[in-house]
């Protein structure tokens, strides 16, 4: 396989289930990427010195999916020809387990770590995609949302 | 502005969805509409709540992209309130 435009992978999605990374890193495997990228974000136990148990994703799907895949595509667009995958995790999660799975790859490293910190970073900066936290302590609270106990808008 | 009362209505997600107790709600604007006439009906109705001043820290997608204050809108698009993102 030619790693042509024609060809090139750019896939994104959402996922209720759990992401299997192999299957991310399959879709943008070929033989002439010798450089292959992947971030893999997980469930953390602490949040702001808050112990967290586990955490609810919910997303604007329709518009979530249109903007991974305006991401993913302008990732694949740093340098020619970069295959490039995601997949976002919706719904409950408990800790460490997998939140997202994104890999990049290029005939070079260097490609294939850029898109691949492009995606991530854009992900967090514009994808419609919200998640709330549950605390040991027993209560729960949107994570960035003007309205929770620890966020004042002006 | 002709001032004939529009309802629209608005998708909610997250906090405003467990704010709303659901996941729209309507807003009434005059038509011809703007994003930003139906940001100014949902401040106005967040201060009417009690609600936090928490609209100005929140986007409006109009069909499944960003729009800016000066985008018309009218009952055929789909328009959603956007809140702080945390993705990833």
């Known amino acids: 396989m030619t790693s042509g435009t024609s060809d090139r992978v750019a896939t994104a999605s959402l996922s209720q289930t759990p992401i299997d990374p ?24 602490v949040a702001d010195g ?10 604007y799907v329709e518009m979530a999916e249109r903007e991974m895949a305006a991401i993913v595509a ?36 260097a490609a294939a770590f850029d898109a691949c910190r492009y995606v991530i970073e854009e992900i967090k900066r514009r ?3 919200w998640k709330a936290e549950r605390y040991a302590d027993g209560g729960d609270a949107w994570v960035g949302s003007p309205v929770a106990p620890t966020e004042h808008a002006s | 502005m002709s001032g004939v009362p529009l309802e629209l209505p ?9 704010l709303v107790g659901a ?15 139906v940001r100014r009906a949902l401040e106005a109705r967040a201060v009417e709540r009690g609600w936090p001043a928490a609209i100005a820290r929140s986007l409006i997608a109009v069909n ?7 985008r ?17």
Request: no cysteine; charged share 15%.
């Open chain 2, 23 to 37: 996941p729209y709600t309507t807003v009434s604007v005059d038509a011809p509409a703007t994003v930003g006439a």
């Open chain 1, 50 to 59: 808050r112990s967290v148990v586990g955490l609810d994703y919910s997303a």
């Open chain 1, 74 to 109: 302008e990732a694949g667009n740093l340098d020619d020809g970069t295959d490039v995958a995601a997949v976002h995790r919706i719904g409950s999660l408990a800790i460490g387990d997998i939140a997202v799975v994104i890999a990049a790859a290029h005939p070079h490293r």
């Open chain 2, 64 to 70: 499944l992209e960003y729009a800016r204050d000066d």
């Open chain 1, 22 to 45: 192999a299957a991310v890193i399959a879709a943008v495997s070929k033989p002439g990427n010798g450089g292959l990228a992947v971030f893999i974000g997980t469930v953390r136990d």
């Open chain 1, 127 to 129: 994808v419609p995609i």
């Open chain 2, 72 to 88: 018309a809108v009218s009952a055929a698009d789909e328009i959603a309130l956007i809140p702080p993102v945390a993705g990833g």
């Open chain 2, 10 to 18: 608005v998708r909610v997600f997250a906090a405003y969805a467990d």
